[in-house]
C-alpha cells in the first residue's frame, strides 16, 4: 500500500517492489520497518506507520533508506 508513497518520494518508479523481512514496534499504533527488494541488487528500509484500527486510516509512509543491501540490519531509525 504505501509503494505509491515511496516512489513519489523518490520521483522513481520500481519494477520490483517485494518486502523480505519487517520487525514491529507498539506505539500508539504499529511502527513497520520493513526491508523491501527493489532491484537484483537494491534494497530499501521503510518505515510504515498503522494507526489504531478506530482511526481507520491507511498505512502511511514515515520515512524510508536507500542504498541497502539484502545484509544490511533492519534497525530502527
Same mark, same amino acid.
Given at each position: 500500500?504505501?509503494? /505509491? ?6 520521483? =522513481?518508479? +520500481?519494477?520490483?517492489?517485494? *518486502?523480505?523481512? +519487517?520487525?514491529?514496534?507498539?506505539? *500508539? ?9 527493489? %532491484?537484483? *541488487? ?9 494507526s489504531l484500527p478506530d482511526k481507520?486510516?491507511? /498505512? %502511511?509512509?514515515? %520515512?524510508?533508506?536507500?542504498? =541497502?543491501?539484502?545484509?544490511? /540490519?533492519?534497525? +530502527?531509525?
Amino acid at each position: 500500500q504505501v509503494k /505509491p508513497q515511496f516512489e513519489s518520494s523518490e520521483n =522513481k518508479t +520500481y519494477g520490483i517492489f517485494k *518486502a523480505i523481512i +519487517y520487525k514491529t514496534q507498539v506505539v *500508539a499504533g504499529i511502527n513497520y520497518f520493513i526491508k523491501v527488494q527493489v %532491484s537484483d *541488487a537494491e534494497y530499501v528500509h521503510l518505515r510504515v506507520f498503522q494507526s489504531l484500527p478506530d482511526k481507520n486510516q491507511d /498505512p %502511511s509512509l514515515v %520515512s524510508f533508506q536507500t542504498g =541497502k543491501t539484502r545484509d544490511d /540490519p533492519l534497525t +530502527y531509525f
